[in-house]
């Protein structure tokens, strides 16, 4: 028994990782300057959404201001990923959210309305409060600190 839940983990690891590495090549897709952040929905092994961080459509892209600092209106990936969920046929209920850095307060209360049960994360953000508020809200966190195999 405990050898088959070990074999079980160390696929699903392998999966995590994978889905990490093309959330992460995702992010690069973002015009942000100060964090390019990439993040994938993935249902029954099936990438359903993705998103990177930028300004809404129609916007320029630039994410920071003259000063260097990011607009207000910036979308986060895991926003975007959600969004982009919202608008097809498909449901993030009981889905993972493999996003390359830990959600802030804002997006963990959409990842949970969302329905999503899982996130897996590369690294932290600079406030773990959306962090500990998934984790009130039953869902499953995992953090993935190597992406290589």
Same mark, same amino acid.
């Given at each position: 028994m405990?050898?088959?839940?070990?074999?079980?983990?160390?696929k699903q690891l392998k999966f995590d990782?994978?889905?990490l590495r093309?959330?992460?090549?995702?992010g690069k897709l973002s015009h942000c300057k100060r964090k390019q952040v990439?993040?994938?929905?993935?249902?029954?092994?099936?990438?359903?959404? %993705?998103g990177y961080n930028g300004t809404p459509t129609g916007f320029e892209n630039p994410c920071e201001d003259?000063?260097?600092?990011?607009?207000?209106?910036?979308?986060?990936?895991?926003?975007?990923?959600?969004?982009?969920?919202?608008?097809?046929?498909?449901?993030?209920?009981?889905?993972?959210?493999y996003i390359t850095m830990s959600p802030c307060k804002e997006c963990s209360k959409l990842i949970h309305q969302a329905g999503i049960k899982?996130?897996?994360?590369?690294? %932290?953000?600079? %406030?773990?409060s959306g962090l500990d508020f998934l984790r009130k809200a039953g869902v499953e966190l995992?953090?993935?600190n190597e992406l290589n195999d």
């Open positions: 405990h050898v088959i839940n070990f074999m079980q983990k160390e990782k994978a889905y093309i959330a992460r090549e995702w990439g993040a994938l929905i993935v249902k029954g092994r099936m990438i359903i959404s %993705d003259e000063e260097g600092y990011t607009k207000w209106y910036v979308l986060h990936a895991e926003a975007n990923a959600i969004l982009k969920v919202a608008g097809s046929t498909q449901s993030c209920e009981g889905a993972t959210l899982r996130l897996v994360y590369h690294i %932290d953000y600079k %406030d773990n995992q953090q993935v």
